[in-house]
Structures are given as structure tokens and as C-alpha cells.
């Protein structure tokens, strides 16, 4: 059975249930030789999550966030990095149908390709020297007019799921002095990935880096023009703390199994007895549910907002984004504490959810520009009061 077939939540989760059943065994071997999970994403395809969000009228299933998104926090209690990774497909293709700014023909040659053959995209913007974009900095990859298109040249970093991308999404300097978006094809000559992700965290998505080495593209692949630094607001990206918070709920179920069932001789039962223990779970839970709740309110408000309510929403998922990740963060050490030092060995998952969920701190929206954002609604509150 395929997600097709199916058409409540509750089924949605049964057939991502049994598909994820594998991914956590893998997940510790990716994490150790550094790889990306290539089986993973096929049994994802198997089922159709690749088309979740592509509309119904392109033969999608047309989820909405708040349908869409328990499934990425299921996806990552499993495997963050495969949860993160495929995230960024599922959430630029929602975008897509929000925005409607891409050529006709593009996008639903793109749709057409995802239904059908399980098509991956993802974006590429950030750049060594300009550090994320969301801080504004305008990219040194270059794009030139030339006779049948465009010319472009430049390198890309972060670029998540680099080896199994059927379709790049890329940010260039025109001219005019613009910033263009444009899509490119793995197979277009000139496009070259380099394996350079090293990191301690996320380490299955191969975010490598990408070389653009005069990428000639049609005309009608220059896609959309962006202001950098100049976001409008999007619940899309609500994928990221979903991840992070399916991290700490794999880490707190570590944490209760390891409780209920490690029994030193110095205690006449196993330490979830313990009043220290209790404590340290309940805490958990409530931070889990707290987290919960507000990223689940503010993906059902954007699911019912306007267009125009939904411009005003920019502190709100900044603000879920920044509650839900520093909590993920403090559930998983929480739960290590609660193992001791057993959670520090290898053969054990929770070393691999602390490092994990200290990626999300640097995944945009980043922290300190939303306390800024927040700050500056405040005092124009103020102001209209007065």
C-alpha cells in the first residue's frame, strides 16, 4: 500500500510507520562512515512521499502543513538527517504551490517528473562567502545572458541530499545586479558535485558542495527573482523543528526504555524509581508537549490563513522555529542525564541525537534574528498603543 491509497493522517502514519522501521539501524551506520541513505530515500519513493505536497490537479496528494508535517517528525525519530534531507523537497515543493511565480511549462514538467519517477529537488544558496542568505549577502555565484539561455558560474555549499538530487535549485547574480533563481538538472553539463561534508552533526544528508562550471540552461530556467535577506514569510519551513522534535522524542524514548529496564545493585529496582529520574521525564514530557502545541497551532493557523494573514506571520514561525529547536536541545540532554554516562558510548543512539539536534540551531530562521524580529513587533505595539 502507497500514500496514494490512502486519504486520513492516521493512515498517512501507518504506511510511514512501517517504512521507517529500517531507518534507525541504518542511521547509526551512515552517521559512522559519513554517508548518505540512499536505501532510505528509496523506500520513501516506494510509497509516494516524494509527491506529497505537489497539487491534486498534477496528480499529487495536495497535503497541507499541518498533514504533512507529523510525517517529517515521525521520519526523523527514525533518522534526523534523512528526515531533514527529504524536508527540503517536500517543503520547497509546498512553496511552489504557493507562490505560482515559475514558468507554466516548468513546473509541471517538474510535477510530472515527481509523480512519476520520484524526482528530488532541493535548493542551493548558501555560499562560503557569503554565509547563509538569510543574512543578505548577495551570491558570488554569477549567471550571464547568452544566446540560448544563461551562463552560470559559481560554487554552492549545504547543499543537502547533493548525490541523489535530480533537480538543483540555485541563486546567481545577474547583470542588472538582480539575483535570479534558477533550476538546473543534475545532468546538465557542467554540474559537479564535491564531496567536502565533514561535520559532527546531520551527518547522512551529504550536504556537499556544488560547482557550477559554465552551466549553459534555457532561457526559461531563470524561474523567480529574490531579494537577499528579504524573506516573505513561509510555514514550509516549519520542517525544520518538526525534525529537531522528532530527535528529542527519540532521545526521551531512549531515555524511558533505558530507565525502566537498567537495574544497578545498589537499588532494588530499576532507576525509573528514582524521584531524580521521574523528574527529569516529566520534565521532558512537558517540554515535548509544549513544543507540540505550538507547532502544530501556528502550522494549522498558516493552513487557514489568507494571503495576507499570512504576511503577518513572520514572528510566529520564527518564534515556533526558536522554541521548538532549544527545547529539542534541552529534551536531549535531559534524556542523557537520565541514561548517564552509557549515553556518551557509540553503540548507543543518544551521542548521535546531541550531536544531530545542535544542527537545528544554525538552520534558518537563526535564533538571534528572530528575537530581533519579535523585539521589533513588540515595540511597534507599544507605539500604536501610544
Known amino acids: 500500500m502507497n500514500l496514494y491509497q490512502v486519504n486520513t493522517p492516521s493512515e498517512h502514519k501507518k504506511i510511514i510507520s512501517k517504512v521507517i522501521k529500517p531507518f534507525s539501524d541504518r542511521a547509526a551506520i551512515h552517521d559512522e562512515e559519513g554517508s548518505f541513505p540512499f536505501q532510505n530515500l528509496a523506500d520513501l519513493k516506494s510509497v509516494g512521499y516524494p509527491s506529497l505536497t505537489v497539487p491534486k490537479k498534477y496528480g499529487g496528494q495536495?497535503?497541507?502543513?499541518?498533514?504533512?508535517l507529523p510525517l517529517q517528525e515521525m521520519i526523523a525519530q527514525a533518522d534526523g538527517s534523512t528526515a531533514l534531507s527529504i524536508g527540503w523537497h517536500i517543503g520547497i515543493i509546498s512553496q511552489l504551490n504557493d507562490k505560482k511565480t515559475w514558468p507554466t511549462p516548468v513546473l509541471e514538467h517538474l510535477y510530472q517528473d515527481i509523480v512519476q519517477n520520484g524526482a528530488?529537488?532541493?535548493?542551493?544558496?548558501t555560499e562560503p562567502e557569503t554565509g547563509s542568505p538569510t543574512r543578505g549577502g548577495k551570491p558570488t555565484t554569477t549567471a550571464k545572458k547568452v544566446d540560448d539561455g544563461w551562463l552560470l558560474s559559481g560554487r554552492k555549499s549545504f547543499t543537502s541530499m547533493a548525490p541523489a538530487l535530480d533537480y538543483i535549485l540555485i541563486t546567481a547574480t545577474m547583470p542588472d545586479d538582480r539575483v535570479g533563481q534558477f533550476l538546473l538538472h543534475k545532468s546538465d553539463k557542467g554540474v559537479r558535485i564535491e564531496e567536502t561534508w565533514n561535520t559532527i552533526a546531520m551527518r547522512g544528508t551529504a550536504s556537499h558542495d556544488l560547482y557550477l562550471d559554465d552551466v549553459v540552461i534555457c532561457a526559461d530556467h531563470l524561474v523567480d527573482i529574490v531579494v537577499p535577506g528579504q524573506k516573505s514569510p513561509a510555514g514550509w519551513l516549519l520542517h525544520i523543528p518538526a525534525c529537531y522534535l522528532g530527535i528529542a522524542q527519540a532521545a526521551?524514548?531512549?531515555?524511558?526504555?533505558?530507565?525502566?529496564?537498567?537495574?544497578?545493585?545498589?537499588?532494588?529496582?530499576?532507576?525509573?524509581?528514582?524521584?531524580?529520574?521521574?523528574?527529569?521525564?516529566?520534565?521532558?514530557?512537558?517540554?515535548l508537549m509544549q513544543a507540540r502545541y505550538f507547532l502544530y497551532?501556528?502550522?494549522?493557523?498558516?493552513?487557514?490563513?489568507?494571503?495576507e494573514e499570512r504576511l503577518e506571520m513572520q514572528g510566529e514561525l520564527g518564534a515556533a522555529k526558536y522554541h521548538v529547536v532549544n527545547a529539542a536541545v534541552e529534551i536531549v540532554d535531559r534524556a542523557m542525564r537520565v541514561v548517564g554516562a552509557q549515553s556518551l558510548f557509540k553503540e548507543h543512539p543518544l551521542q548521535r541525537y546531541y550531536r544531530d539536534v545542535r544542527a537545528g540551531l544554525h538552520n534558518p530562521p537563526m535564533d538571534d534574528m528572530t528575537l530581533l524580529k519579535l523585539a521589533s513587533e513588540a515595540f511597534l505595539q507599544i507605539e500604536d498603543v501610544n
Open 252 to 287: 526521551q524514548s531512549f531515555a524511558l526504555s533505558y530507565a525502566s529496564t537498567y537495574s544497578p545493585n545498589s537499588l532494588p529496582g530499576p532507576i525509573k524509581d528514582l524521584p531524580t529520574i521521574q523528574t527529569k521525564i516529566g520534565e521532558n514530557e512537558a517540554a
Open 297 to 307: 497551532g501556528v502550522a494549522a493557523k498558516w493552513d487557514r490563513a489568507t494571503d
Open 62 to 68: 495536495g497535503l497541507n502543513l499541518s498533514e504533512w
Open 120 to 125: 528530488i529537488l532541493n535548493a542551493a544558496a
